[in-house]
């Protein structure tokens, strides 16, 4: 019989309990700062097509194993703080509601088929998709709220949901856990196509 989980599967979500008890302590410290970075924080976690996208990334990464299941996670957030600058600045991006929606598509589907591409197509097909969920992020900036902080924060929540993606994405050492990892993508690359056809 397979071995019960490790040490180091708990240690994602070990984690991801610590960190979610960062907007708390912040809310004790300066309020401009404080109140920035809970409301980005708290944005990724309030659009179900951003938090099933990112949770996908943290679930493909898993598939993929070392040293994808951190790279992509790592590649995700940088790049889309950037595409959080574009919104910030009003930079225009087209199709940016049709493009995150799409993610979860891709993404989702990635982990079905459970996809092994090189790691560097990985990587520029999950970077392409973080562009829009950053510009969607920069572009709903609060009015009188720190950019620096409100980014902090929506970068902070992309990774913990990257986290969540992987703790349970870790269940693919098991093969019942291959089938609820697949399983997981396929409902994230239907709510995908719902966001898409709600766009129509």
Same mark, same amino acid.
């Given at each position: 019989?397979?071995?019960?989980?490790?040490?180091?599967?708990?240690?994602?979500?070990?984690?991801?309990?610590?960190?979610?008890?960062?907007?708390?302590?912040?809310?004790?410290?300066?309020?401009?700062?404080?109140?920035?970075?809970?409301?980005?924080?708290?944005?990724?976690?309030?659009?179900?097509?951003?938090?099933?996208?990112?949770?996908?990334?943290?679930?493909?990464?898993?598939?993929?194993?070392?040293? $994808?299941?951190?790279?992509?996670?790592?590649?995700?957030?940088?790049?889309?703080? #950037?595409?959080?600058?574009?919104?910030? +600045?009003?930079?225009?991006?087209?199709?940016?509601?049709?493009?995150? $929606?799409?993610?979860?598509?891709?993404?989702?589907?990635?982990?079905?088929?459970?996809?092994?591409?090189?790691?560097?197509?990985?990587?520029?097909?999950?970077?392409?998709? $973080?562009? #829009?969920?950053?510009?969607?992020?920069?572009?709903? +900036?609060?009015?009188?709220?720190?950019?620096?902080?409100?980014?902090?924060?929506?970068?902070?929540?992309?990774?913990?949901?990257?986290?969540?993606?992987?703790?349970?994405?870790?269940?693919?050492?098991?093969?019942?856990?291959?089938?609820?990892?697949?399983?997981?993508?396929?409902?994230?690359?239907?709510?995908?196509?719902? #966001?898409?056809?709600?766009?129509?």
């Amino acid at each position: 019989m397979p071995n019960p989980p490790s040490a180091h599967a708990v240690r994602p979500w070990l984690a991801l309990a610590l960190l979610a008890l960062a907007p708390v302590a912040l809310a004790h410290t300066e309020t401009g700062a404080a109140s920035g970075f809970v409301t980005g924080f708290l944005h990724p976690l309030s659009g179900p097509d951003h938090l099933i996208a990112m949770v996908a990334v943290g679930l493909w990464g898993a598939f993929l194993g070392a040293p $994808a299941i951190w790279q992509l996670p790592v590649v995700f957030p940088v790049v889309m703080a #950037f595409g959080g600058v574009l919104g910030i +600045l009003g930079v225009p991006v087209p199709f940016v509601e049709p493009g995150i $929606a799409l993610s979860a598509v891709v993404l989702g589907a990635m982990v079905v088929m459970t996809a092994r591409p090189a790691l560097w197509i990985a990587a520029l097909l999950v970077g392409g998709f $973080a562009v #829009f969920h950053g510009f969607a992020h920069g572009a709903e +900036l609060p009015h009188a709220v720190s950019p620096l902080a409100y980014s902090a924060g929506f970068v902070a929540a992309t990774g913990l949901l990257h986290l969540a993606g992987i703790g349970f994405g870790m269940l693919v050492r098991w093969p019942a856990g291959v089938v609820a990892v697949r399983a997981l993508g396929g409902l994230i690359s239907l709510g995908g196509c719902l #966001f898409l056809l709600r766009l129509v």
